[in-house]
């Protein structure tokens, strides 16, 4: 990589950091050894596109590398190297997916290279509309100005149709393959800038350095036939008849030399847009941004409330909400809720750094940065729902946006499980999976206040979360910890897999993994090897969300949508659920009366020492030794206390509740209906906790009354066990 810094440390001149155009390389020994410069996501990237697949994937190029495609989400604890591919074309290039095909991606590089790259087939094919040889020659000299950030397009409308920006526009109408000049020289053309570059000594002409270039291209969501073009050297040109004709609609009062740098057509009006523009290179960092409501005939400067320092490279308009605006400057993120008669810094997590581009996917935010790599700022709801009187009251739900089922039934709980300590920081995070959802509250919740969130599907509450959980842990670690039968363990957390409602004053956010409670159970998740017992996934459809905040209750509408990689009949994802929610119901069940009956039997034990205080233990004492004795038989059968730990299968046997567990594990790995087999094996285990259940009453009913008589017989108090249920 080129390197451009080298910082030493003034009191241990041993530390040493590299500064180069692929990151960073650190010296702890004056430069004998350096660390790699992939041990961290430094990359610069100069241009971000999206495609339609769900997740969908990043794309971009980085300089003095590869271009990038990069999925936004993967299965397992992040999202690394070995998830990520380039796509051909060159470091500096725009990069554009085929809306049609994302298997296909259009890169640029020097000099007018573009190549059409087949990921099926891993080759990228140069498709350049002038393929010229440009190291060494002056610029004027060459028949096609490109700027080595040349833009690429494929068109939303036609998507055979290939934009190509030099000094003029081009276009393919088949991908590619011919290609036709659709505009004039939209630039200045200044032929004084457009000579060797380099000196005094030698030249450098590599293509980087070519001026009077199209350098920012919008086409139109709205119509085929409507493009905006903007140069490096401060003009914007519109067509609104495919390129037959242009106007020049260059904002009065913009620096002559200014280079525009991203142009925004409205998603909601046809006739506004809006462009970013720099003149950094000419030490004027001031930033600037223009709107027009009229096809470019006037613009309105709306760059109040960003600082003077932090020059502007990107603005864009929300899809989903009128005059919801992101704006990218030299040193960070801004937003503005008025349609850019305000801004306000949007930093959140993000580190300070050059924002160069912004797209929206669907509901996220995505982010290029030059020396940060990617970042993606997931689910824009508040920002879509927020409006002026939120902050007012004192309790506001935000509507959540549909959340979509992803993964199997129960591989991504999986993946979560075996996380932890997996993520650093070559690790991509994943986007939360489940619905998100925001709540405002105006004052901080006073300890006794009660703060429950709730999801409903039909009127019944399917999972729920408080803040008052870990008062509830609390007292279950109490209680395990005083228990009188130390062979059976503490329970685990009821949200195990979930969060504790934390609430707070301002915005809260709060992730809902599309799950089910959990079942309860006697012992850790993990005895249970690969198959640990998780919540089960709700199905597709309408569901309720409530927040009550002490008397005060709300409610919003969303759904569940399902996996549109996947086609499955909804009908089977409801037996799906169903069949789960029973197994789950069974583990929790076989758990249960092996606590009721080990309970069951300490009783008995300490009744039948009662008795022999009293001198007369004979009847009482047998009594109590044969219904303990079959109390274990029956538990046995229900579950193995030598399981404690995962793997502990391999070396002990395996109980009923373990095989309840093994079925839902393997029921869960896709969206799919449960097969035959896995129907039958249900009804096979459900028999055999019938019976067991049967076997279990059967003591409650007779055993435990005989063991009463010899009590009685003995002059000791009965004992007064729960009753059946």
């Given at each position: 990589s080129d390197n451009h810094d080298l910082w030493i440390d003034p009191d241990d001149p041993q530390r040493m950091i590299l500064g180069n155009d692929g990151g960073a390389r650190i010296s702890l020994n004056g430069g004998r050894t350096w660390s790699s410069e992939d041990n961290q996501p430094t990359s610069q990237i100069y241009r971000v596109a999206v495609d339609q697949r769900v997740p969908y994937w990043i794309y971009g190029a980085q300089q003095d590398k590869t271009t990038i495609a990069i999925p936004s989400a993967f299965p397992?604890?992040?999202?690394?190297?070995?998830d990520w591919h380039p796509v051909g074309g060159g470091e500096c290039g725009w990069v554009a997916p085929d809306p049609r095909d994302p298997d296909v991606v259009y890169a640029g590089g020097y000099g007018g290279e573009i190549t059409r790259y087949d990921h099926r087939t891993r080759q990228a094919r140069e498709i350049a509309a002038w393929p010229q040889q440009i190291d060494g020659?002056?610029?004027?000299?060459?028949?096609y100005r490109w700027n080595w950030n040349a833009p690429i397009l494929v068109s939303r409308h036609e998507p055979h149709v290939l934009y190509h920006a030099a000094q003029v526009l081009l276009r393919s109408p088949d991908g590619g393959e011919t290609w036709e000049e659709i505009s004039p020289d939209l630039t200045r053309n200044d032929r004084g800038k457009q000579g060797y570059s380099g000196g005094p000594i030698g030249h450098e002409i590599t293509g980087v350095e070519v001026f009077d270039t199209i350098f920012a291209l919008a086409e139109s969501p709205h119509d085929r036939a409507t493009i905006w073009a903007g140069s490096d050297d401060g003009l914007v040109h519109l067509t609104r008849d495919g390129g037959k004709t242009w106007r020049n609609v260059t904002p009065k009062g913009l620096p002559e030399w200014i280079q525009i740098n991203a142009l925004e057509v409205s998603p909601h009006d046809p006739a506004s847009a809006y462009l970013a523009a720099t003149l950094f290179k000419l030490e004027d960092r001031r930033p600037y941004l223009y709107k027009t409501n009229d096809y470019g005939k006037t613009w309105t400067k709306i760059a109040g409330g960003i600082p003077a320092g932090a020059f502007t490279r990107v603005v864009r308009e929300d899809p989903a909400r009128r005059g919801l605006l992101y704006a990218g400057t030299e040193s960070g993120l801004y937003v503005s809720l008025d349609d850019g008669a305000s801004w306000q810094p949007f930093q959140l997590n993000l580190p300070v750094v050059p924002i160069t581009d912004l797209v929206v996917a669907g509901n996220d935010l995505v982010v290029a940065t030059q020396g940060r790599a990617f970042w993606v700022l997931d689910d824009l709801t508040p920002l879509r729902r927020w409006q002026p009187e939120t902050a007012r009251r004192p309790v506001v739900l935000l509507r959540p946006q549909p959340a979509t089922r992803g993964g199997g039934a129960g591989l991504d709980a999986l993946d979560a499980l075996d996380a932890d300590g997996a993520r650093h920081a070559r690790l991509g995070q994943n986007p939360p999976a489940g619905l998100v959802i925001y709540f405002w509250l105006v004052d901080e919740p006073k300890p006794a206040d009660?703060?429950?969130?709730e999801i409903l599907a039909g009127g019944k509450v399917v999972r729920g979360f408080s803040n008052r959980q870990p008062e509830a842990k609390a007292a279950k670690a109490a209680k395990a910890a005083n228990a009188a039968n130390s062979d059976i363990g503490p329970e685990e957390d009821e949200d195990a897999g979930g969060a504790v409602l934390s609430p707070k004053a301002g915005l809260n956010r709060f992730v809902w993994d599309l799950r089910m409670e959990e079942p309860k159970l006697i012992t850790a998740r993990l005895v249970f090897d690969d198959y640990p017992?998780?919540?089960?996934?709700?199905?597709?459809?309408?569901?309720?969300?409530?927040?009550?905040?002490?008397?005060?209750?709300?409610?919003?509408q969303t759904r569940v949508l399902p996996n549109p990689r996947?086609?499955?009949?909804?009908?089977?994802l409801e037996r799906q659920q169903q069949l789960l929610a029973a197994l789950h119901a069974r583990l929790a069940e076989t758990h249960e009366l092996v606590r009721r009956s080990r309970d069951l039997e300490a009783r008995v034990r300490d009744q039948a020492e009662r008795a022999a205080q009293l001198g007369n233990a004979g009847a009482s004492r047998e009594r109590a030794q044969e219904l303990t004795a079959k109390l274990d038989r029956v538990a046995e059968q229900l579950w193995n206390p030598e399981l404690q730990a995962d793997e502990d299968s391999l070396v002990y046997t395996p109980k009923l509740d373990f095989q309840f567990a093994a079925l839902a594990g393997v029921l869960a790995t896709a969206d799919a209906r449960p097969t035959a087999a896995e129907e039958r094996r249900f009804a096979d285990l459900d028999g055999q906790l019938?019976?067991?259940?049967?076997?279990?009453?059967?003591?409650?009913?007779?055993?435990?009354?005989?063991?009463?008589?010899?009590?009685?017989?003995?002059?000791a108090p009965p004992l007064l066990a729960e009753p059946w249920r």
């Amino acid at each position: 990589s080129d390197n451009h810094d080298l910082w030493i440390d003034p009191d241990d001149p041993q530390r040493m950091i590299l500064g180069n155009d692929g990151g960073a390389r650190i010296s702890l020994n004056g430069g004998r050894t350096w660390s790699s410069e992939d041990n961290q996501p430094t990359s610069q990237i100069y241009r971000v596109a999206v495609d339609q697949r769900v997740p969908y994937w990043i794309y971009g190029a980085q300089q003095d590398k590869t271009t990038i495609a990069i999925p936004s989400a993967f299965p397992g604890p992040g999202i690394g190297e070995r998830d990520w591919h380039p796509v051909g074309g060159g470091e500096c290039g725009w990069v554009a997916p085929d809306p049609r095909d994302p298997d296909v991606v259009y890169a640029g590089g020097y000099g007018g290279e573009i190549t059409r790259y087949d990921h099926r087939t891993r080759q990228a094919r140069e498709i350049a509309a002038w393929p010229q040889q440009i190291d060494g020659q002056a610029v004027r000299d060459l028949r096609y100005r490109w700027n080595w950030n040349a833009p690429i397009l494929v068109s939303r409308h036609e998507p055979h149709v290939l934009y190509h920006a030099a000094q003029v526009l081009l276009r393919s109408p088949d991908g590619g393959e011919t290609w036709e000049e659709i505009s004039p020289d939209l630039t200045r053309n200044d032929r004084g800038k457009q000579g060797y570059s380099g000196g005094p000594i030698g030249h450098e002409i590599t293509g980087v350095e070519v001026f009077d270039t199209i350098f920012a291209l919008a086409e139109s969501p709205h119509d085929r036939a409507t493009i905006w073009a903007g140069s490096d050297d401060g003009l914007v040109h519109l067509t609104r008849d495919g390129g037959k004709t242009w106007r020049n609609v260059t904002p009065k009062g913009l620096p002559e030399w200014i280079q525009i740098n991203a142009l925004e057509v409205s998603p909601h009006d046809p006739a506004s847009a809006y462009l970013a523009a720099t003149l950094f290179k000419l030490e004027d960092r001031r930033p600037y941004l223009y709107k027009t409501n009229d096809y470019g005939k006037t613009w309105t400067k709306i760059a109040g409330g960003i600082p003077a320092g932090a020059f502007t490279r990107v603005v864009r308009e929300d899809p989903a909400r009128r005059g919801l605006l992101y704006a990218g400057t030299e040193s960070g993120l801004y937003v503005s809720l008025d349609d850019g008669a305000s801004w306000q810094p949007f930093q959140l997590n993000l580190p300070v750094v050059p924002i160069t581009d912004l797209v929206v996917a669907g509901n996220d935010l995505v982010v290029a940065t030059q020396g940060r790599a990617f970042w993606v700022l997931d689910d824009l709801t508040p920002l879509r729902r927020w409006q002026p009187e939120t902050a007012r009251r004192p309790v506001v739900l935000l509507r959540p946006q549909p959340a979509t089922r992803g993964g199997g039934a129960g591989l991504d709980a999986l993946d979560a499980l075996d996380a932890d300590g997996a993520r650093h920081a070559r690790l991509g995070q994943n986007p939360p999976a489940g619905l998100v959802i925001y709540f405002w509250l105006v004052d901080e919740p006073k300890p006794a206040d009660v703060v429950t969130l709730e999801i409903l599907a039909g009127g019944k509450v399917v999972r729920g979360f408080s803040n008052r959980q870990p008062e509830a842990k609390a007292a279950k670690a109490a209680k395990a910890a005083n228990a009188a039968n130390s062979d059976i363990g503490p329970e685990e957390d009821e949200d195990a897999g979930g969060a504790v409602l934390s609430p707070k004053a301002g915005l809260n956010r709060f992730v809902w993994d599309l799950r089910m409670e959990e079942p309860k159970l006697i012992t850790a998740r993990l005895v249970f090897d690969d198959y640990p017992p998780v919540g089960v996934k709700v199905a597709p459809g309408a569901y309720t969300v409530r927040l009550r905040v002490g008397t005060q209750t709300f409610e919003e509408q969303t759904r569940v949508l399902p996996n549109p990689r996947v086609s499955v009949p909804a009908a089977d994802l409801e037996r799906q659920q169903q069949l789960l929610a029973a197994l789950h119901a069974r583990l929790a069940e076989t758990h249960e009366l092996v606590r009721r009956s080990r309970d069951l039997e300490a009783r008995v034990r300490d009744q039948a020492e009662r008795a022999a205080q009293l001198g007369n233990a004979g009847a009482s004492r047998e009594r109590a030794q044969e219904l303990t004795a079959k109390l274990d038989r029956v538990a046995e059968q229900l579950w193995n206390p030598e399981l404690q730990a995962d793997e502990d299968s391999l070396v002990y046997t395996p109980k009923l509740d373990f095989q309840f567990a093994a079925l839902a594990g393997v029921l869960a790995t896709a969206d799919a209906r449960p097969t035959a087999a896995e129907e039958r094996r249900f009804a096979d285990l459900d028999g055999q906790l019938t019976a067991l259940r049967g076997a279990l009453r059967e003591i409650w009913d007779q055993d435990l009354a005989a063991f009463n008589r010899a009590l009685a017989a003995a002059g000791a108090p009965p004992l007064l066990a729960e009753p059946w249920r």
